[in-house]
């Protein structure tokens, strides 16, 4: 008869001693944090060359060491002064909060349908609008534009928003929510006398804050940077987006690099805050795509 080997450090499971496996454990942590390390050093690089260029005068920006001779935050006076960068912050604070309530209201109603409601063709539906993840934006730029145009749309604040609405990611996203939500709560709620409307907006919505935040927040993230689009449809300066506004600017700021970093990063600064401030919510949103009923 077989016996199993024992270790002063714990009990062995097929040769391998308990002491190994949390060395393995602890070895496989540290080979994780070590990239980890690694990717956050490239993704910071950008970022402290920006801001090393940006509290340069504009004179030493074309030198190669990092070391900053003269601090002065002339580029961002110069920048909130000289632009209409204020202005740029509320067309898109607009803009994308719109994009994100309306995409939030939109995608639910279509997730909860999916995965509530029984009716012929609901999965051919589901992937059909899954289908919708592998076409380009860029290939509906050309008739979005026709349509917007022949409606007199263009060059308002809807052209921007509306485009940016139907998200196939979203709908996925509340679906596995959903899914994962006991149908035994609907059943209760019919019992008390609850019709779809009410189930949906006291019961269902309020369960599923993790994925209206991480929706929100993505959706919100995607059409402030968005740059193509709002380029296309406004031409009024005063409609015009943070990317927008910036893009028309840089071009004039010539050799000046310290203002166009300056701009950058004034137009990005928005964006960091809102993920330091949601960041928990964003994990919970994603971490729970993987929910099943």
Not at 11 to 25: D, L, P, Y
Not at 221 to 227: E, G, I, M, S
Request: proline share 5%; net charge positive.
């Amino acid at each position: 008869m077989a016996t199993t080997a024992t270790t002063p450090t714990g009990a062995a499971t097929g040769g391998v001693t308990t002491h190994q496996i949390k060395g393995r454990e602890q070895l496989f942590n540290r080979i994780c944090l070590g990239v980890l390390i690694a990717l956050a050093i490239i993704w910071l690089i950008p970022l402290a060359w920006a801001i090393d260029t940006a509290l340069k005068p504009n004179g030493e920006t074309t030198s190669v060491t990092w070391m900053i001779h003269h601090i002065t935050l002339g580029a961002f006076t110069r920048t909130l002064r000289d632009t209409d960068i204020l202005r740029w912050y509320a067309a898109s604070a607009i803009t994308s909060a719109l994009a994100a309530l309306f995409t939030v209201v939109t995608a639910s109603l279509a997730a909860y349908a999916l995965s509530r409601l029984q009716f012929r063709g609901k999965n051919l539906i589901f992937w059909f609008i899954l289908a919708g993840i592998m076409i380009p934006g860029q290939a509906l730029i050309v008739p979005q534009f026709r349509e917007f145009n022949s409606v007199g749309l263009l060059n308002t604040f809807w052209a921007v928003i509306f485009p940016q609405v139907p998200t196939a990611v979203a709908v996925f996203i509340f679906k596995q929510f959903f899914d994962g939500l006991p149908r035994q709560l609907d059943e209760a709620a019919r019992v008390d006398g609850a019709g779809f409307w009410r189930t949906y907006r006291t019961i269902i919505m309020p369960l599923t804050r993790p994925a209206v935040s991480a929706v929100a927040i993505f959706t919100f993230v995607q059409a402030w940077n968005n740059l193509l689009w709002p380029l296309l449809v406004l031409t009024n300066p005063k409609l015009m987006t943070i990317p927008v506004g910036l893009a028309t600017v840089q071009g004039s700021f010539g050799i000046r690099y310290a203002d166009t970093m300056a701009s950058a990063i004034l137009g990005a600064l928005p964006l960091v805050a809102v993920y330091l401030l949601f960041q928990r919510h964003i994990v919970e949103g994603i971490a729970g795509t993987g929910l099943k009923g």
